[in-house]
């Protein structure tokens, strides 16, 4: 009897890096909203990822030890779109309401399906996925 | 990317300060820089005007918040005006629509600061 093949959706990655500065976190949510615009996603949850990518590039800038780069890494599909962002400097893990740090971490779990958090030797990647839904 | 303030004198000692653009990490200061500019000079009853603000994040909610507690401080208030249904779900998520007072529409925002 013949298997169903199973076919793969297929991955396309797109890798950005940016100087650990404010002014250019604009250039990081503006191309990473145009990665997820390649997929079926809604004005909205495009709105979603490009604020979740800001707040994420924002809190490696505010815990920053020395001037470094931030590393994006988009991994999209037909269904869904994953960013790793990481840097040099630690990535807050909790939050803490009390502090704007608290803000955009309860910002980014709001607004993606799935947040994880992963130690390199490099520091903290943070690793958020938005799941395209059916309209 | 920028973002432009404009404050103007409003009826009651009251100020409006109009924001357009995006508010982020990069463009915040500018905006922290004009409200505490109003509170040191004695002015403690504020509508912020976001309503030609297309971004928001948290560094931008955190400069309102800051304004907030230090008009409080006073016996004042910060009245946002904001239609945006994203920069709203913001509000929301954060909960911050519990703290602030949010309009539609300005007149609504002032006469709700008497």
Redesign the interface.
Known sequence: MNQPVTVPAELDVVELRIPAKAEWVAVARLAVAAVANRLDFSVEDIEDVRLAIAEACTNVIRHATSPGQIDIRCEATLTELTVEVGGGAAVRLRADVRSEDGLGIIIIQSLMDAVEYRAEQSGVVLQMTKRVHAR | ?DIKVQVRESEHEAYVVELSG?I???TSPKVKDAITELIDQGHYNLVINLEKVR?I???G??VL?GGLKRVREHGGTVNLVCTNP?IKK?FD???LVKIFGIFDDEQSAKKALV
Do not use: A, K, N, P
Request: hydrophobic share 35%; net charge negative; no cysteine.
């Open positions: 990317m995006e982020d990490v990069y971004y994040d948290s560094t909610l955190g918040i994203q913001i998520i954060t909960g």
